[in-house]
Nanobody, 120 residues
Framework: QVQLVESGGGLVQTGGSLGLSCVASGRTISSDAMGWFRQAPGKERELVAAIRWIGTTYYRNSVKGRFTISTDNAKNTVYLQMNSLKPEDTAVYYC??????????????WGQGTQVTVSS
């Protein structure tokens, strides 16, 4: 049974930084790829960053140069370091297992997410 536990969110001012963590269980994060998603109020969930088991990364244009995704396979944990945060980064952030070829989630299961709020 897959479980995902996200943490590290909080309230930060514009220009600040936060580091998110996602501990996975039930499947190894190096099996294909992992992604960080976010969902703002009234908007659809969107993929923010992804990392393949060989280390290849993907970032949506709006976060390139500001966010960094990484993994610790020994801890089965994926991280998202977020710098130079903007109010438009405000959302609930989730992680999930994805297929690198399609960037689609493998499981329709989501953890509780972690709230990131950036004040202007």
């Amino acid at each position: 049974q897959v479980q995902l536990v996200e943490s590290g969110g909080g309230l930060v001012q514009t220009g600040g930084s936060l580091g998110l963590s996602c501990v996975a269980s039930g499947r190894t994060i190096s099996s294909d790829a992992m992604g960080w998603f976010r969902q703002a109020p009234g908007k659809e969930r969107e993929l923010v960053a992804a990392i393949r088991w060989i280390g290849t990364t993907y970032y949506r244009n709006s976060v390139k140069g500001r966010f960094t995704i990484s993994t610790d396979n020994a801890k089965n944990t994926v991280y998202l370091q977020m710098n130079s945060l903007k109010p438009e980064d405000t959302a609930v952030y989730y992680c999930n297992f994805i297929r690198w070829a399609t960037m689609a989630v493998i499981y329709e299961y989501w953890g509780q997410g972690t709230q990131v709020t950036v004040s202007s």
